[in-house]
């Protein structure tokens, strides 16, 4: 984790230090923080999406006369994890469109 810590530090650096004399390297440097944030966030949705449905679906299981409350609270859970989804687009977006640092 420090090594990808101390990664991330180092690109945001030399994207700093390249504002001054290249601004076209900050821009590259936004499209591949965009696209490497907007790919984690998926990837974090779809693992919690995954483990909603197996909670619900083992739940259902257990005891099918719940199956409709389980049902009903596992798709206001979906709905909650791909918001989340879709503000690292927003997020993702701004970098790419409207950069501050720019």
């Given amino acids: ?52 449905a197996a909670a619900t679906i083992a739940g259902t299981a257990r005891n099918p006369g719940l199956g409709g409350k389980l049902m009903t609270t596992m798709f206001i859970a979906l709905a909650m994890i791909e918001a989340q989804v879709i503000y690292a687009l927003v997020i993702a977006l701004i970098a790419l469109y409207a950069n501050p640092f720019m």
Wanted: no cysteine; charged share 10%; net charge neutral.
């Fill in 1 to 52: 984790m420090k090594k990808i810590l101390f990664l991330i530090v180092a690109i945001a650096t030399s994207a700093f230090a390249a504002e001054a004399a290249n601004g076209e390297m900050l821009q590259s440097y936004s499209m591949i923080a965009a696209g490497v944030g907007l790919g984690l966030a998926a990837l974090g949705g779809a693992i919690g999406m995954g483990h909603t």
